[in-house]
């Protein structure tokens, strides 16, 4: 009896002082340094700048983790470093920070109230990046559109537009375009300028929609609300406490390459060191009975487990990083909480019945539950995958495969998920060929050893299953050989995967864009004008051959393909639309690529196939420039390449743009024909642009006088020398002799003057 109570007192005595103990936190500041700054904690390597200049901050003074906290406020508010971003909360590898917005206000006469429509954030003095796992792009209101440019990431910038023309178009939750729009922001993002801007010839929506604008924020934290766009400026200071999200890390090296300098090195005792994941730079985390701050010295400390977690029901004895658990005197057993506990030494403990009763409880037991989860997991995948079927439209791709069937057309293949698991061996990102705003695709290899592309889409919109079931059912169907093939879909998946034919040689833009140890792009004139003719063609097929025409609303240099033998092949039908053949004009939302985007159809929202001419014009301006159709790096009259381009062929100064190898390789007047083709395509009128079908035509017979001409050339050549000359019909061996770069447009200025137009050009 003395034993028992003397055993029941010291489990009291272990329970009480396991309640009283807790862990020590991470949330700890350097010592002689403020914890806090108001509300918010600030722990090390954080540290508040004091008067005295202390260090308290890891590296000292240095103002990469400083913290200002200013006490004009009342609580007083902490900012970066010296900087006027507002710091929310600091986590153990996350900074919150306040927000600023873009914002443009109307009254109901259409007169701005308001214009704050450029707002820029900038934390580049700092070793952080803004998240771009975890935030989004957002523009919200009628009629609007907004843009983000990245100054610290070389020409990136991105947009998107909202429209709405009554309050019942807006819906809380959907921000698809219908008053509120969001697109992903790029990794490595420091620093960035959101402008906004409004419609000006549809302000009529000022009555309901006064205001528009333009942010990144967490996406976890913002859902769009009819609201935000209703009550006047009153979203604006909703939507600075809608916080934006940064990865934090120490320093820019990895823990490999940090470890390597002890002295600097960050990680303290007991702890190990992992790699930032999205973006430079490594962390610190605590060994396994291991708690509080890596960072401060001594490192972290053991946890007492018997204090903090009460793991024995007997005696339990503290060890460095763990713990042991023992008997009472006078009792036996484990003395584990959830083991066989202690029990006294009089009492009879048929050990080996109860062993072995506990092992085969405990084998059925595994074995049932095994056998359970994996035939429940196994239902639960295949009504899913049946689930996902029929939203996605599955029934009436079915239908619609088997009225094909019967009236001996082609049709589209359905493929099972487990077929393109197995293809992209469980989406390996090795097998990455490309990401998008709108999805990733990867490069897969079919059972039958077919090699092709696989799309898998982000976001699907449910209310258009119908129209993208019959969009694919008409694509399966284009057959040209200078478009990519749609071969089929899955629709077992959350979002319908798009299996299309793989082109192996990359987009045009890579090859007439891509620097290379500063060498210009090694493709010839002649292989641009064949792959401009080519493009041409298929676009023209999809407008007027196809069984329903086909606009394309998304030319440009990066959606143009080259096949082994370097064949243009037009791909991404991700923003086209079916045309009716009944039909010229097309309402529907804005889309495209800032450089592309047709002005009038941007403006008027009417698409037509002549939008897809001015995509295609400045293609050609590219092909004959080598520049990007939008850089900022450029001068503010050249920023637009496109325009640029027209206002030196008003003024008979082309040659200033011209790449150096068109300049040296071309025949002048081929190259001058093509140069006013694609003037004639960049119309700002669409009525005075031709057709695709004229633009083909056009090119086509260019290439074949450019054939001809070559031919005459090899013939003089043959009569002129005794050596016998084989000429090959396969392309041109030029391609990829020596590295892909840009040109100076400097270069050019000798030709200026039409003198030295005519000495410049190869006289073929």
């Known amino acids: 009896m003395l034993l028992q109570l003397l055993y029941l007192v ?74 006027n971003v507002e710091v929310i909360d600091i986590s153990e590898n996350k900074i919150r920070t306040k927000n600023t917005l873009s914002t443009l206000c109307y009254n109901k006469l259409g007169n701005i109230t308001l214009d704050l429509s450029v707002a820029t954030i900038d934390v580049s003095r700092t070793p952080f990046t803004f998240s771009y796992t975890e935030n989004m792009f957002f523009a919200i209101g009628c009629n609007t559109y907004a843009t983000i440019y990245g100054p610290d990431l070389k020409n990136y910038s991105s947009s998107c537009s909202s429209e709405c023309n009554s309050r019942e178009n807006v819906m809380d939750g959907s921000c698809f375009g219908k008053g509120c729009c969001q697109s992903t922001i790029p990794k490595g993002l420091k620093r960035y300028e959101t402008r906004v801007s409004k419609y ?60 390597k300098d002890t002295i600097n090195f960050a990680c303290q005792e007991n702890s190990y060191c992992i790699n930032s994941d999205n973006n430079p730079g490594y962390r610190c985390t605590c060994n396994n009975g291991y708690a509080g701050n890596p960072y401060l010295s001594p490192g972290c400390q053991d946890i007492n487990e018997c204090e903090a977690q009460n793991p024995c029901v007997g005696i339990c004895t503290n060890t460095i990083g763990s713990y042991k658990c023992s008997c009472p005197e006078g009792s036996r057993g484990d003395g584990i909480r959830g083991g066989s506990g202690c029990f006294h030494n009089n009492q009879e403990f048929p050990v080996l019945k109860i062993s072995l009763g506990i092992a085969l409880g405990f084998f059925f037991l595994v074995i049932g539950s095994s056998w359970l989860y994996f035939s429940m997991r196994k239902r639960n995948q295949i009504l899913l995958k049946a689930k996902f079927f029929q939203k996605n439209g599955g029934l009436l791709l079915k239908q619609q495969i088997s009225s094909q069937e019967s009236s001996g057309e082609s049709s589209a293949k359905i493929f099972t998920a487990e077929e393109l698991k197995l293809a992209t061996k469980n989406y390996d990102e090795k097998l990455i060929l490309g990401r998008g705003g709108h999805g990733i695709v990867y490069k897969g290899t079919l059972s039958d050893n077919r090699i092709v592309a696989i799309k898998k889409s982000k976001i699907a919109d449910e209310s258009q299953i119908e129209e993208f079931i019959n969009e694919l059912v008409i694509l399966t169907q284009v057959n040209h050989r200078n478009v990519v093939k749609i071969l089929g879909c899955c629709l077992e998946t959350e979002v319908p995967l798009l299996v299309y034919e793989y082109v192996s040689n990359g987009t045009l833009s890579q090859h007439i864009h891509t620097l290379k140890d500063g060498m210009s792009s090694s493709i010839s004139w002649e292989s641009r004008l064949r792959i401009a003719a080519e493009t041409a063609g298929a676009v023209a097929y999809l ?174 050549y043959r009569k002129h020398n005794e050596e016998r000359i084989v000429v090959s019909a396969a392309e041109p061996t030029d391609l990829y002799t020596v590295p892909i770069s840009h040109y100076s447009v400097g270069d050019t200025d000798q030709f200026s003057t039409e003198r030295d137009m005519t000495m410049s050009f190869n006289p073929r």
């Open 10 to 83: 010291q489990l009291c005595f272990l329970t009480l002082a396991s309640s009283s103990s807790s862990v020590s936190p991470f949330f700890k500041a350097k010592t002689g340094c403020d914890a806090k700054c108001g509300n918010v904690s600030i722990p090390y390597p954080f540290g508040i700048i004091n008067p005295e200049g202390n260090g308290c901050s890891i590296g000292g003074t240095g103002f990469d983790y400083r913290i200002t906290c200013n006490t004009s406020f009342n609580p007083p508010k902490p900012f970066l470093d010296t900087g």
């Open 200 to 259: 000006t010839s549809q302000n009529n929506s000022a009555t309901f929609d006064p205001c528009s604008y333009g942010f990144i924020a967490e996406q976890d934290h913002y859902t769009f609300n009819a609201s935000d766009i209703l009550n006047g400026t009153n979203f604006r200071s909703k939507g600075e406490d809608v916080p934006i999200l940064l990865d934090w890390a120490i320093g820019n090296k990895t823990c490999e390459d940090a470890k």
């Open 543 to 716: 407008h007027s051959a196809a069984s329903i025409p086909i606009i394309h609303r998304d030319i440009k240099s990066a959606n143009v393909l080259l096949d082994e033998n370097y064949m243009a092949k037009v791909a991404d039908f991700g923003a086209s639309r079916l045309n009716p053949l009944d039909q010229n004009e097309i309402d529907t939302l804005v889309q495209g690529t800032l450089g592309y985007l047709d002005p009038e159809y941007h403006h008027s929202g009417q698409l037509t196939g002549k939008s897809d001419v001015y995509s295609f014009g400045v293609v050609l301006v590219e092909l004959l420039t080598g520049e990007k159709p939008i850089s900022l790096e450029r001068s503010e009259e050249q920023r637009n390449i496109a325009s640029y381009f027209i206002s030196l062929m008003n003024g008979n100064n082309v040659l200033h743009v011209l790449g150096t190898r068109i300049v040296a390789e071309g025949n002048r007047e081929q190259v001058l024909a093509v140069a006013k083709l694609a003037k004639r395509c960049l119309s700002l009128k669409s009525e005075d642009r031709p057709t695709m079908k004229e633009v083909a035509m056009e090119l086509e017979s260019l290439m074949k006088s450019s054939s001809s001409t070559h031919a005459s050339m090899l013939d003089n």
